[in-house]
């Protein structure tokens, strides 16, 4: 299953890098002597990382977005209502 915005696995596709990128981990990582090749796994990965900020912070604002809703909701539910305190 796929997890990368679309954007991000269109940039992946687009660039050479990314395929080197996506087979190295950070154990094995045998890095190429073509500096072509270089320079693209260095934009490639600038642009994962920019990718990546950004769906960060997208995230982070949907996370203070929800904070804000369910401290709203928890102020409702501990108000007290008008039929609660009436006698009978």
């Known amino acids: 299953m796929n997890h990368l915005p679309l954007e991000c696995r269109y940039l992946r596709n687009a660039s050479p890098g990314y395929a080197i990128l996506d087979a190295m981990s950070g154990d094995d990582l045998s890095l190429p002597d073509d500096m072509d090749l270089l320079k693209s796994m260095v934009r490639a990965m600038a ?42």
């Open 47 to 88: 642009q994962k990382t920019a990718a990546l900020e950004d769906e960060n912070a997208a995230l982070k604002a949907r996370s203070s977005d929800a904070d804000e809703r369910i401290k709203r909701l928890m102020q409702i539910l501990k108000a007290p209502r008008g039929s609660q305190r009436r006698p009978r």
